[in-house]
């Protein structure tokens, strides 16, 4: 099966990791000084979301949820508009009303987002549904982690999505941790692939710290839902290398285990393959370097001098 | 006028909306067993049965709605919709305003409730005033077919997710239906008795009870005004209101658990709204703090009767006279 998207340069997806590693630190820092509220990071997953979205469509739709900065970065979004959005400035994309935790981006194809563990995988079938019946072209990507896959919701949908042959491309990120709790002492299997099989659901796990190892299994994975209008599962074996939500101190986890994921860090592992490979000069590193450097700055200029949503925006939008 | 019950009522609203508008369709558990009427006309893409699982029809239509649907689910009865809470409350309710208005979810969910059969307190439990109490959600409860078809073609063809309760004890009730296509407008009640001296307000089965107290009340020399509902949100405050400021004396009465139910809200409306106009103590009549039982005696027990109704009204009249 050819790639979709062949042209695909590496170097483009190491930027958007640092941008989005970039992007989450300084919210991380921000926090920190009390100029922001805390957010769930997805420090460490870069490559996961990074080589998943870069092998979709742009008509292909995503469903997201708290960690969903990489997601949504990849896909596009203004990192100024979403930094407003963080801060709870009108520019926001959702206007301010969502902070940092459930941002959808309908113009990019970033829908229905929503914070609670699960409930990406109950709305993703009615999405899919949506698709076939307007007969839209798009498929339906939806990224849940390891700890979602415990909720009932998992089962229902793919369950649903099986029955109903839906276009859904299931993307679980499995990061270790289920908040502040360790995968092995809530989940019963290693990986959450092993449970697609008895949906009739084929599935893969990939290593979710190798970007091109993602896109390549995104990109196969996407195929097999566009053609067979069917679902698939992808599991990006990963690791969430920050806490829970800032400010975690994280002293609930295994430092070493924790130290033999960062050796194996997702931006790391792509510069010094592109090194290797003679692909990436010192020069063009800082030219990357100080892109998205200057991304961020303009993106927190922006995002602070926005202004906070009007009082009468407190009761808009509740009713269409 | 032809005669129908409130059930085939609903499937001439729903046979309806299907002709109407390509959108809409329609999936739960045993829809299409049960109204293969619909399978029959609209085939089976557009009337599905579902497992048994409320989470993920409810998941299902809200995210069909958020993309272009108008899905209309049927998850039989009203204790169900806990498994569904939070695809509705937290999803339906809340994506629009949370995402700045980026989408909307013209969804309908249909539940029965109430007393009739004898099903116990996890097939029976009026939990409507739930769904008022939780942002963007309307809630729709008829008392008879020809509202209760016209009701569902408005909340079809609503932007919003509407809760849309079915009254188990009216189910097979016939009544009168139109022919015409009528939609009533949600949030607009039914003055369904006019009078000057109490008014009695109600949704649902309870407004047949307040039309008998009002016929008994009447024999008494008391004439009071009968106002179904219809819709709990939007709630028409106008009508009752103005049916106070009439009357001077207001009677609520719902099956609901009276603790926090819909009528503490309308009492608390008229007494903030309509205080100087009170001749006497609102009073409600509603369900106990208890689940519902399955024995005849005490399903019915849970329920407003119309003697009590009207004993209540009777009381607040003759405390002005005194």
């Known amino acids: 099966m050819a790639p979709i998207h062949p042209e695909i340069d590496l170097c483009h997806l190491l930027e958007q990791m640092q941008l989005i590693r970039a992007y ?156 502040f709790v360790h995968r092995r002492e809530a989940m019963s299997r290693d990986h959450v692939a092993d449970w697609a099989a008895s949906y009739g659901i084929p599935a893969r796990t990939v290593d979710g710290n190798d970007v091109t190892a993602v896109l390549a299994a995104a990109q196969a994975a996407a195929g097999k839902v566009r053609e067979s209008r069917r679902p698939y599962l992808l599991e990006t074996y990963t690791y969430r290398t920050r806490g829970h939500f800032e400010p975690d101190d994280q002293a609930y986890i295994d430092q070493a285990e924790r130290q033999s994921w960062l050796n194996r860090d997702p931006i790391a592992l792509c510069r010094d393959r592109l090194v290797a490979d003679g692909c990436l000069s010192p020069g063009k590193q800082t030219e990357i370097a100080d892109r998205v450097a200057q991304r961020i700055a303009t993106a927190m200029a922006f995002a602070e001098s926005s202004p906070f949503p009007a009082a009468d925006e407190l009761t808009r939008d509740v009713y269409a | 006028m032809p005669a129908m019950t409130l059930y085939d009522a609903v499937g001439a609203a729903l046979t309806e909306e299907m002709r109407r508008d390509r959108s809409v369709l329609v999936f739960g558990e045993g829809i299409a067993t049960k109204r293969h009427d619909l399978v029959d006309e609209f085939g089976a893409l557009r009337v599905r049965n579902t497992p048994l699982a409320e989470g993920i029809i409810a998941g299902t239509a809200v995210g069909a709605a958020g993309s272009g649907l108008r899905p209309v689910i049927d998850l039989l009865f009203a204790p169900f919709l806990c498994y569904a809470m939070d695809e509705l409350v937290n999803s339906a309710g809340k994506l629009r305003y949370m995402s ?127 106002i179904d509902l219809r819709s709990l949100k939007p709630l028409d405050e106008a009508s009752i209101l103005a049916s106070v400021r009439k009357t001077g004396r207001l009677v609520v009465v719902h099956e609901a658990n009276r603790l926090c139910g819909v009528g503490a809200e309308i009492a608390a409306l008229v007494a903030e709204e309509a205080f100087a106009a009170l001749k006497a103590p609102i009073v409600r009549l509603g369900g106990p703090d208890a689940p519902v039982a399955a024995s005849y005696p005490l399903e019915q027990a849970f329920v407003p009767q119309p003697e009590a109704i009207s004993a209540a009204a009777e009381r607040l009249c003759h405390r002005q006279a005194a």
Not at chain 1, 98 to 104: K, P
Not at chain 2, 125 to 132: D, L, Q, R, S
Not at chain 2, 175 to 190: Q, R, Y
Request: charged share 15%; glycine share 12%; with cysteine.
């Open chain 1, 24 to 179: 989450e630190e300084a919210i991380v820092t921000g926090s920190a000084a009390g100029k922001f509220p805390g957010t769930c990071t997805s420090v460490g997953q870069e490559a996961a979301a990074v080589g998943v979205v870069n092998a979709l469509s742009g008509d292909d739709l995503i469903l997201t949820n708290h960690r969903s900065a990489g997601h949504l970065l990849a896909r596009g979004a203004d990192p100024g508009r979403l930094l407003a959005e963080v801060m709870g400035r009108s520019s926001g994309y959702c206007k301010g009303r969502s902070g940092s935790l459930h941002i959808s981006v309908k113009e990019l194809g970033v829908v229905l987002t929503s914070t609670i563990v699960g409930a990406e995988l109950s709305l993703a079938p009615g999405v899919a549904l949506a698709q076939n019946m307007l007969e839209r072209a798009g498929i339906v990507v939806c990224f849940f982690g390891d700890g979602a896959a415990c909720e009932g919701s998992f089962h229902e949908s793919l369950n649903l999505a099986a029955l109903w042959n839906l276009p859904i491309l299931y993307v679980c990120e499995n990061n270790q941790w289920q908040a």
């Open chain 2, 100 to 226: 700045g208005g980026q989408f909307s979810f013209p969804l309908v969910t249909l539940a029965m409730t109430g007393a009739g059969w004898g099903v116990g307190a996890q097939h029976n439990h009026n939990v409507e005033a739930w769904f008022v109490h939780s942002p963007g959600l309307k809630v729709v409860m008829p008392s008879n077919p020809a509202d209760a078809k016209g009701l569902l073609k408005a909340a079809i063809r609503d932007d919003n997710p509407v809760l849309f309760f079915i009254d188990i004890g009216l189910l097979h009730q016939p009544g009168e239906v139109g022919n015409d296509e009528l939609v009533l407008p949600l949030g607009k009640a039914s003055i369904v008795r006019e009078g000057r001296d109490v008014t009695l307000v109600s949704y649902g089965k309870t407004v047949h009870h307040c039309q008998q107290a009002a016929e008994m009340l009447g024999s008494r020399g008391i004439a009071a005004e009968v």
